[in-house]
Each structure stands twice: as C-alpha cells, then as structure tokens.
T-cell receptor
Framework: NAGVMQNPRHLVRRRGQEARLRCSPM?????VYWYRQLPEEGLKFMVY????????ESGMPKERFSAEFPKEGPSILRIQQVVRGDSAAYFC???????????FGAGTRLSVL | GEDVEQSLFLSVREGDSSVINCTYT??????LYWYKQEPGAGLQLLTY?????DMKQDQRLTVLLNKKDKHLSLRIADTQTGDSAIYFC?????????????FGQGTTLQVKP
C-alpha cells in the first residue's frame, strides 16, 4: 500500500516560469492538504481539497497560486510566474475524511533561480 | 488566536532521555500530533493524543498533555543517534472544521554519541 506520492522531489525553475507539483494520495484517501515549509520554519497550511472541490484555500496566496484535485488523477498545485520567495518545500498530506490523521508525502523542494 | 510554540534546539547524549516541549493556544483543540522530519525527507507521524487523554505511551515515546496549561511534551527514552531529526508539534485547528494542522516551528534534536 503505497503512501502519499509527490513528484517531482526536486524542481528548479527560473523566475517567471510555471511550477506544477503533483500529489497522489494514499489509496482510499479522498482528502488532500497542501502545506508549505519555508527554510528554517514549520509547515503552513495552504489549501484543502476533496475530489473536484476546493474546501478551504485560506492559506493560499491570492495571486499566482492555484490547486485542483480532479476526479481522476493526482492533485496539482500550480504556481505561475514563480519568484525567488516561492522557493520552499511543498508537502502534500492525505486523509480518509475531515479531521482524520494526515499522512504526508516526501515533499517537493522548489528552487527558483 | 492560534499559535504553536516550541523550543528550537535540544542536545542530548545517546542513552539519555529527551523531552521536547510544545505550547498551544487553542484549548478546544481535539487532536495533537508529533511528527518527525529527517533531513531532506517528509514528515513521519510519530504519535498523537486526543484531548481527553493526559498521557499516551508507545514503546520509547511518551506524550504528556496538560490541557490547563495548554502544554504538550514528547519524551523519548533511551535516545539513539537515529532519533536525530526535527520534531514538529501540531494541533488540529478546531474552529475551521477542515482538519487543517497548525504546526510549531520545530525542535531540532541533536543526539551525541
């Protein structure tokens, strides 16, 4: 039973490019959370999705960031026109239902040059 | 408000006990978690405690919860060099009904041989 799978593990982008981060939840999990970890800091909540629905995006920057969790396929966190300040580790977690234990992927480390 | 605080660094000798402390502000939190992060890796769920419990023990790990003081601690008995990592305390934000986690900034545990 594979855990939460994130890819790529490392992503390098130049300023102005787009970054697409993927997350496949654990089998049987339909709830996905995205968190961002800036250097030397803890994780900060970004967005919570269920299949085809964004439930809570209160932690997501208003511009350039978007997330989706389609009926088929992984959840995608998309960052348009990346800036240096977007450099961070982005973690995805999944759970079976709201309020249940969240299991984390290994993260995608984004570096913006 | 919601804020989770941890001390940033702890150094112990191999074989000693480690105690990592955490304070949180939302007394209505239902679940509190401890995650472990090794360098360059994702978060591994170590243990969790429900708010109606005072203590939970799991092999070398003991979690103590003082609801009155909003204080959570993780004790690692017989600490090994493999325990060297960053330990994050997290509470489930109760007011949002989305299950999102609020993390502390992490405690770096250094175990000296």
């Amino acid at each position: 039973n594979a855990g939460v799978m994130q890819n790529p593990r490392h992503l390098v982008r130049r300023r102005g490019q787009e970054a697409r981060l993927r997350c496949s939840p654990m089998k049987g999990h339909s709830h996905v959370y995205w968190y961002r970890q800036l250097p030397e800091e803890g994780l900060k909540f970004m967005v919570y999705l269920q299949k085809e629905n964004i439930i809570d995006e209160s932690g997501m920057p208003k511009e350039r960031f978007s997330a989706e969790f389609p009926k088929e396929g992984p959840s995608i966190l998309r960052i348009q026109q990346v800036v240096r300040g977007d450099s961070a580790a982005y973690f995805c977690a999944s759970s079976t239902q709201t309020g249940d234990i969240q299991y984390f992927g290994a993260g995608t480390r984004l570096s913006v040059l | 408000g919601e804020d989770v605080e941890q001390s940033l660094f702890l150094s112990v000798r191999e074989g000693d006990s480690s105690v990592i402390n955490c304070t949180y502000t939302d007394s209505s939190s239902t679940y509190l978690y401890w995650y472990k992060q090794e360098p360059g890796a994702g978060l591994q769920l170590l243990t969790y405690i429900f708010s109606n419990m005072d203590m939970k023990q799991d092999q070398r790990l003991t979690v103590l919860l003082n609801k009155k003081d909003k204080h959570l601690s993780l004790r690692i008995a017989d600490t090994q060099t493999g325990d060297s990592a960053i330990y994050f305390c997290a509470e489930m934000e109760p007011s949002s009904n989305t299950g999102k986690l609020i993390f502390g900034q992490g405690t770096t545990l250094q175990v000296k041989p």
